[in-house]
């Protein structure tokens, strides 16, 4: 029997047993990192040989079932076959077993060398050592001739003293020369690369700077050729060209015109102080980075790294909490006090620490600290670096984006597809590393990413549902990509398609809305099948949703069935002048859920998809933009009725707008249709072909007509009320009613 790797299980169970023997002794931490990833790689052979022999046993069972039991008679070879069967199951079962068990104990083994780490770990770090003042007192008694070697390892080389000698002299000296000759040659640099003499301030600082730079370098090369690179030599040129290229970096995202002066308004004034507290704080670092690999020929060592690293710390985190402090009182980190108080008492504590003796416990706050300090830094400089260059690459007109945006059929003006999505990738991309770099900082190992590795690609269980991180980021990608498809496609149907471009514009908008629901509904689809998502499994989620809809949700389902009906019988379209209830304007927007009517006034009202199915409608424009108008006029009762009918008549064909002989509606015509009171009430009746025109027409009509009337002393009428005096029913003045005399 053997597990999925080949890897014998007597074998397995001898490793695991060996371990476990040893694990009871003292051991150190590279030791049971080696037993844990040996306990891996058997744990992980094994649950392959679970899944295997598992699926073999369900093959098997079913063919068994297929066979069916013993029958008598049968033929031979049906009877050979299910022995085979059988004892091929047995097997399988056995193996099936000794799997299990290796796999239980793989764990348990496991468990206990995380503990065991964990323990020796907690140890290690909290173990008390000298503090400052006793590691003071043991370098003083270091003797004489340490000292003495001390010297001459820091101050002599090759049996010479390090000054005296005539090659580091003249290596001294090409570097100083090349330093020169760069430094005055800047100008003319800048004119062949900028095609100027007169640098801007932030290109004249930088060729300074690599003018320094090419000078440490090349006195560095010229040391190490001639065999004259001292440790004290190696010191000097490793901290002051480690200062001067980080101080150049931060000259450059610090300037007026860098990044961060672009997300930071700082004035000059602020920025300086900033400025010097991270140049010290570079330069501290390339020395302890720089002398932490001279160190280990230290004379000294173990007694003087010890003591001269906590001096040393102890400078770094002065310094660190000086920025701390400095930093927060500026605007844009003003409105994080608390955040501030915790940085400075992690410092403080780390301070502490180092002072009185708990050595290993500070360098791993005072690495773990620095190290998160810098990847926070590093990703507001990277993430602000990242939106400006997408920021700038959507705006800027130059070959490659004109060339794309003609490609795309974009204009000149408008922004590239996609920068949004690219930006967010981007700075999500940042983040992540400085999550993991912060994470690395505080001590997870390369062991410790293996797993979250793993388990991001391969999954975890969650009670019976499987959850693999790595397919939902594809299915997440993947439906972004499906989103914008999408958007594309109703862009060159809208745009560019011959498909639908004969169709009238509401026929359209129908078309483009379904083809974008289609497609968000299949991108869903699809993403959710990638993230390993069971479809037919949607059908219980939606029965078990189906309670829901029938209470809460009823409204909204009734809406948003009704908009696919609107969407595939088009009662209404885009453009059409409709009347809801009071609300009469156009169809701005069909969604699934609403429709926009823009009202006459310009107000925009968002009617629910079932008022449109279940109340009453009219659409104007349904059949056809033709309208049919009754004007109304009233003329005085002595008027012409002939020559009114004739006049209203002449005004009506005389309008270019107006239908005449069209089989859509019938010619002008003038109808008298009540005699009031008042007046003569003519009606004069058109029809239009454009409905949206009708305002425009009606004042036209309204206007003409009764210049025509007047202008032929046809008098308009008004209304009026006749009053008739009774003499006997006059009152007097003192307010008494005369009484009516004779029969009167």
Same mark, same amino acid.
């Given at each position: 029997?053997?597990?999925?790797?080949?890897?014998?299980?007597?074998?397995?169970? =001898?490793?695991?047993?060996?371990?476990? &023997?040893?694990?009871?002794?003292?051991? +150190?931490? &590279? &030791?049971?990192?080696?037993?844990?990833?040996?306990?891996?790689?058997?744990? +992980?052979?094994?649950?392959?040989?679970?899944?295997?022999?598992?699926?073999?046993?369900?093959? $098997?069972?079913?063919?068994?079932?297929?066979?069916?039991?013993?029958? =008598?008679?049968? %033929?031979?070879?049906?009877?050979?076959?299910?022995?085979?069967?059988?004892?091929?199951?047995k097997n399988l079962s056995g193996e099936l077993a000794t799997c299990k068990v290796l796999a239980v104990a793989s764990t348990d083994l496991s468990e206990q060398i995380s503990n065991k780490r964990d323990a020796l770990h907690d140890k290690l770090l909290l173990r008390h050592d000298h503090s400052i003042w006793k590691q003071a007192i043991a370098l003083q008694s270091v003797s004489a001739a340490t000292w003495i070697d001390e010297q001459h390892f820091w101050l002599a080389h090759n049996g010479r003293s390090v000054l005296a000698q005539q090659n580091l002299q003249i290596s001294i000296g090409i570097g100083v020369v090349i330093f020169v000759l760069l430094f005055f040659l800047r100008a003319s640099l800048a004119k062949i690369i900028y095609r100027t003499l007169k640098l801007p301030v932030l290109q004249h600082n930088s060729y300074h700077? $690599?003018?320094?730079?090419?000078?440490?370098?090349a006195t560095a090369t010229a040391t190490y050729f001639t065999n004259t690179l001292s440790p004290l030599i190696a010191l000097i040129l490793g901290t002051w060209g480690g200062y001067i290229f980080i101080s150049m970096l931060l000259a450059l995202a610090l300037s007026s015109s860098g990044v961060v002066s672009r997300h930071l308004p700082w004035r000059p004034q602020t920025l300086r102080p900033t400025l010097r507290t991270l140049r010290f704080i570079a330069a501290l670092s390339v020395l302890g980075l720089t002398w932490a690999n001279i160190s280990p020929n230290d004379p000294l060592s173990p007694i003087g790294p010890i003591f001269f690293g906590s001096i040393y710390h102890l400078v770094v985190l002065g310094a660190v909490f000086w920025l701390v402090w400095q930093t927060g009182d500026r605007k844009s980190f003003r409105g994080y006090p608390l955040l501030r108080i915790l940085i400075s008492l992690a410092l403080i504590a780390t301070a502490i620490f180092a002072i009185i003796g708990y050595r290993n416990l500070s360098y791993y706050m005072f690495f773990g600290l620095?190290? @998160?300090? *810098?990847?926070?830094?590093?990703? *507001?400089?990277?993430?602000?670096? @990242?939106? !400006?260059f997408w920021m700038h690459t959507a705006r800027k007109a130059g070959r490659w984006q004109h060339l794309l945006r003609q490609r795309l059929g974009l204009k000149e003006d408008q922004p590239l597809p996609w920068i949004t999505w690219f930006s967010a990738i981007s700075y999500a991309a940042v983040w992540l590393c400085v999550v993991a770099f912060i994470l690395y900082a505080w001590g997870l190992t390369h062991t410790g990413f293996t *797993? $979250?590795?793993?388990?991001?690609?391969?999954?975890? @269980? $969650?009670?019976?549902?499987?959850?693999? %991180?790595?397919?939902?980021?594809?299915?997440?990608?993947?439906?972004?990509?499906?989103?914008n498809i999408n958007a594309l496609v109703q862009k060159h149907l809208s745009d560019h398609s011959r498909i639908i471009g004969h169709l009238e514009s509401g026929a359209r908008h129908s078309v483009l809305s379904i083809v974008r629901y289609m497609g968000f509904i299949i991108a869903v689809l699809i993403a959710l099948s990638t993230a390993g998502v069971a479809l037919h499994n949607l059908a219980i989620i939606a029965g078990a949703l189906s309670v829901g809809i029938g209470f809460g949700l009823q409204n909204i389902v009734n809406n948003f069935v009704s908009g696919l009906i609107l969407l595939l019988e088009r009662p209404i379209r885009v453009g059409d002048w409709i009347q809801v209830g009071t609300t009469q304007g156009y169809v701005q927007k069909m969604s699934i859920r609403y429709t926009l009517i823009l009202t006459f006034d310009r107000t925009e009202v968002f009617v629910p998809n079932s008022e449109l199915i279940s109340g009453q409608v009219t659409n104007w424009m349904y059949t056809n933009s033709v309208l049919r108008l009754m004007i109304p006029f009233s003329t005085a009762h002595d008027a012409d009725i002939p020559l009114?009918?004739?006049?209203?008549? =002449?005004?009506?064909?005389?309008?270019? +707008?107006?239908?005449? !002989? !069209? /089989?859509?509606?019938?010619? /002008?015509? =003038?109808?008298l249709l009540d005699v009031n009171e008042n007046a003569l009430q003519f009606y004069l009746r058109v029809y239009l072909e454009d409905c949206n025109k009708s305002y425009n027409v009606q004042t036209d009509l309204?206007?003409?007509?009764?210049?025509?009337?007047?202008?032929?002393?046809v008098t308009l009428a008004h209304q009026q009320q006749d009053v008739h005096i009774i003499p006997s029913r006059i009152l007097p003045t003192d307010g008494n009613m005369v009484q009516p005399t004779g029969g009167h």
């Open positions: 029997m053997a597990d999925a790797s080949g890897t014998p299980v007597s074998q397995a169970s =001898a490793t695991l047993q060996s371990i476990h &023997q040893d694990l009871s002794k003292n051991v +150190d931490l &590279q &030791q049971l990192l080696s037993w844990q990833k040996t306990v891996r790689v058997i744990s +992980d052979n094994a649950q392959q040989c679970i899944i295997e022999r598992s699926s073999n046993l369900n093959q $098997i069972d079913k063919s068994l079932g297929i066979l069916g039991s013993t029958i =008598a008679g049968e %033929p031979k070879n049906l009877s050979t076959l299910r022995q085979k069967l059988q004892d091929t199951q700077y $690599i003018s320094l730079l090419a000078g440490i370098l620095l190290m @998160s300090l *810098l990847a926070f830094g590093m990703g *507001l400089f990277f993430s602000w670096a @990242s939106a !400006d *797993l $979250i590795g793993k388990y991001f690609i391969t999954g975890f @269980s $969650i009670g019976s549902f499987h959850i693999q %991180p790595f397919r939902w980021v594809i299915a997440a990608l993947l439906l972004v990509l499906l989103f009114v009918k004739q006049l209203l008549v =002449a005004e009506g064909q005389n309008h270019p +707008d107006v239908l005449q !002989d !069209d /089989p859509r509606g019938i010619p /002008p015509t =003038a109808l309204r206007a003409s007509v009764v210049e025509s009337l007047l202008r032929h002393n």
